[in-house]
Each structure stands twice: as C-alpha cells, then as structure tokens.
C-alpha cells in the first residue's frame, strides 16, 4: 500500500475517500453535544471497533504512518493540531496529493482516514491536548494478539512523507 519507491513530491489537493465533516453541535447553557457517528448512518464494513482518546504535549507529532487494512476515524475538537494526509495508493486517482488542515477547538472536525492513506498530526498549541478515534479495527486484533496494523513511517530517514 505504501508510496512507490522513488516518489518524493506531492500535489496539494483532496484525497479520495477521506472524508472531513464539522461537528453539528447542539448548544445550551451547560455547553455543547456533538455526535460522533451513529450506527445508522454508516455501512457495516466502517463501523467502529473501539475508541480511543489520546493526549499530545504541545509541540509533538504524532507519525506519520499508515494502515493496511484500518480506517481510522478521528475527532479534533480540542486544542489546535496540524493534520497532514498523502494519498500513497498507487492505484488511486488521488495518488500522489497531499492535504494539510489545521484543526481543533477552533474548526472541530471528523476526519475519516482510508488504508493507505499516511497521516500524521502535530499539536501546533501551546498546551496538551485531546484527540478521540473510532477506528474499525482492533489494535493488535482481538485479546491483543495479533499483528499491528501499521507501517510507521516516522523513523525513516529517507521517508517522503515530511511535516
């Protein structure tokens, strides 16, 4: 699923399949609600499998890496976070874009993140912050014992895939 090797230059634009929707909030005097998916509203093979919420220090990336098999479904509505995308499917009519997005607090967002598409995102605030993800997969599978679902990219000295 990984770019072709070689290949180190991107074009900005969308990506196919990856999705990025505004929280509708419901607000009142005790603050706001948001719904994050309902099961009625998505198709059976993208259905949440877990969820997870995670703090990054301000100043930290997170990647970049990328799923086989996992679509990754992320819920920015805290803080400020600089989310980068490139499209490494070799046979999608989006192959090669990359997008960037700023996002938080200030542009709450679900970011629906297809396999074999690399992500990564940094905390460009100055305090901790929360990011929640409903992905379709089980990390490390059922009881944990299974392989991990994902090539991470962050290590690589020769990655093409560059905050």
Same mark, same amino acid.
């Given at each position: +699923? =990984? !770019?072709l090797p070689g290949h180190t230059s991107w074009t900005e634009g969308p990506i196919a399949? !990856?999705?990025v929707t505004p929280f509708k909030a419901f607000s009142d005097e005790r603050g706001w609600l948001s719904e994050l998916f309902? =099961? /009625?509203e998505l198709p059976a093979s993208s259905m949440p499998a877990m969820g997870y919420l995670s703090s990054t220090r301000a100043g930290v990336a997170r990647g970049p890496h990328e799923h086989e098999e996992q679509t990754d479904r992320f819920a920015f509505f805290h803080g400020s976070y600089s989310v980068v995308m490139w499209d490494a499917r070799s046979d999608s009519a989006t192959f090669g874009n990359k997008t960037e997005l700023i996002v938080g607090a200030q542009n709450s967002v +679900?970011? !629906?993140i297809p396999p074999g598409v690399v992500h990564a995102y940094r905390n460009v605030g100055d305090q901790d912050a929360? !990011?929640?993800n409903l992905p379709d997969r089980l990390y490390a599978g059922n009881g944990k014992q299974e392989r991990i679902d994902e090539i991470r990219h962050e290590d690589d000295p /020769?990655?093409?895939f560059r905050f």
């Open positions: +699923m =990984s !770019v399949g !990856v999705e309902r =099961s /009625d +679900m970011i !629906v929360f !990011v929640l /020769d990655t093409p």
